[in-house]
């Protein structure tokens, strides 16, 4: 079956700029969570969406915004770019809760901010 | 809020073993692991649920103390393909909910 997909796989925007980040998480999966991966800092958590709803969110400004569709596509918009946004941004779909079915992560989405 | 895991590296000789412990000052739900490989998706290996129980895939395995809020990841007889990022999750209850937070990963590198 196919896996979680993430697009575009690479961006490259200007400081001050918008931008929107799609992940199809796999069929029947309602849980989508996304996270931010800098090097040293590991995974943050941005936030998680099921059935539509946002369920928790980390500790990001407001620029950071996301949204899930009833297909349980989501999309993640960072509104103001600055330089330090620059990092991998990964999806992650799970089945139910988290907790009894794992994650299951995309390729992510190579951000850099010039 | 982040769970703390420790060592942040290690370097293996193939065949060695290696453990990779995962702390957290919050009460946890339940405890995930993952690997993931340079360039690559993280990849799910195992959850821990409440209950301190203890889990295996093939020679790794994996203990979840509730009353000391961590976790260990014990790799044994390790193959080359075992060398990747490890990351542990832990799910917390916050603002009326549980999400999941991970460290900042263990680096594990296996030479011939």
């Known amino acids: 079956k196919a896996g979680v997909t993430q697009t575009p796989r690479y961006l490259i925007k200007t400081r001050g700029q918008q931008v929107t980040l799609s992940c199809s998480p796999i069929?029947?999966?309602?849980?989508v969570s996304w996270y931010q991966q800098t090097p040293g800092q590991g995974l943050q958590f941005l936030f998680e969406?099921?059935?539509?709803?946002?369920?928790n969110k980390g500790n990001f400004p407001g620029r950071f915004s996301g949204r899930q569709f009833s297909n349980s596509r989501s999309e993640m918009n960072v509104s103001t770019l600055e330089l330090g946004d620059s990092a991998l941004y990964l999806c992650?779909?799970?089945?139910?809760?988290?907790?009894?079915?794992?994650?299951?992560f995309g390729s992510g989405t190579r951000l850099t901010v010039v | 809020q982040q769970p703390v895991q420790s060592p942040q590296a290690v370097i293996l000789r193939e065949g060695e073993d290696a453990v990779i412990n995962c702390s957290s000052s919050?009460?946890?739900?339940?405890v995930h692991w993952y690997r993931q490989k340079h360039g690559e998706a993280p990849v799910f290996l195992m959850i821990?649920?409440?209950?301190?129980e203890q889990k295996g895939h093939e020679k790794i395995s994996a203990s979840f103390n509730e009353k000391k809020q961590q976790s260990s990841l014990y790799l044994t007889a390790s193959q080359l393909s075992y060398s990747g990022t490890y990351f542990c999750?832990?799910?917390?209850?916050?603002?009326?909910?549980?999400?999941?937070?991970f460290g900042k990963g263990t680096k594990l590198t296996v030479n011939p």
């Open positions: 992650a779909s799970s089945l139910k809760a988290a907790r009894f079915y794992g994650y299951t």
């Open positions: 069929s029947g999966h309602r849980s």
């Open positions: 969406y099921f059935s539509e709803t946002q369920r």
């Open positions: 919050k009460a946890l739900y339940s």
């Open positions: 821990l649920l409440k209950g301190g």
């Open positions: 999750g832990t799910e917390i209850r916050q603002g009326g909910s549980e999400k999941l937070v």
